[in-house]
């Protein structure tokens, strides 16, 4: 093994590629507290762009043979309204990391292009798994506490990629008798609401969760004030996937159920995570 110490447009890749018939490439500078909207970008544009054209260049002089690229379906942008995303649809990233993300998608199709590296590029929604952050953790954390949560009237559907569906589409690109150059969107293909989620997190603990309604014009309001705006609005919209190109040119099926990554994921808290141990008082 090979340890790079930093991935952009400097980064020597000759020794790491040495031997090498395919490469995944999943690093990327994610978003960053404290920072100026320029720095951000600045740094998003070096690392996650820069870093990705050096890196399918050096593939290609090295004669790697499949380069598979996770990007995000923050690409295409930041909700759907009455359909979901396709891979036709024009991109529209709105914030630095979704925009570095598509000017290396842009970069590797160039190198593609000009050397012949078969490049695929994978755009998955929130990846949820063992060791889940975000949202996504505090819910289980909520739920696993009993906190009431006024998410009964939230109407939204959210696609979401399981880890190990994750994992299993990947192979799939790459145990490809011929490889395959294109973008395509991923997800567990199973469309969630928030509510739906925490009924979800609640069956793989087997509780009930204390879920009441509330306008979500209101828990919006409430959030923005909080500044906590933009988590809020990724609980209250809906932001779904279309994975179907990728199921049916690559005849691929998601190994894994929505209710079991979700099972996998609370197990996974509950006896990693600073959460009260399942087996504690009111457990049912």
């Avoid at 978003?31 to 951000?40: D, K, N, R």
Wanted: glycine share 8%.
């Amino acid at each position: 093994m090979h340890l790079v110490p930093d991935v952009g447009p400097e980064t020597d890749w000759s020794a790491a590629l040495l031997g090498v018939e395919a490469v995944v490439h999943l690093a990327a500078r994610v978003h960053v507290m404290h920072e100026s909207a320029m720095e951000g970008l600045s740094e998003h544009r070096r690392v996650n762009a820069g870093g990705t054209a050096t890196l399918a260049l050096a593939a290609a002089r090295a004669g790697v043979r499949r380069f598979v690229y996770l990007s995000t379906i923050k690409v295409n942008g930041e909700r759907t309204l009455d359909k979901p995303f396709t891979e036709a649809d024009a991109p529209a990233p709105a914030d630095a990391y979704g925009r570095s993300k598509l000017e290396a998608e842009q970069a590797l199709a160039r190198v593609s292009f000009e050397t012949g590296l078969p490049a695929t590029v994978l755009r998955p929604p929130l990846i949820y798994g063992p060791g889940v952050k975000g949202n996504f953790r505090r819910l289980i954390s909520l739920v696993q506490r009993r906190i009431p949560l006024p998410l009964a009237s939230i109407g939204n559907a959210r696609s979401m990629l399981g880890v190990d569906n994750l994992v299993s589409a990947i192979e799939t690109v790459l145990n490809r008798e011929q490889p395959v150059s294109g973008t395509f969107l991923i997800s567990d293909d199973q469309d969630l609401s928030t509510p739906g989620l925490v009924r979800g997190i609640g069956a793989a603990m087997e509780r009930h969760p204390l879920v009441f309604p509330c306008p979500p014009s209101l828990l919006l309001a409430a959030a923005t004030l909080a500044g906590k705006g933009a988590e809020a609005r990724r609980m209250l919209e809906s932001l779904r996937v279309d994975c179907g190109k990728f199921r049916q040119e690559l005849q691929w099926n998601p190994p894994v159920s929505v209710d079991a990554g979700i099972a996998a994921a609370v197990l996974w808290q509950l006896q990693n995570g600073n959460l009260p141990d399942i087996r504690g008082p009111g457990h049912e």
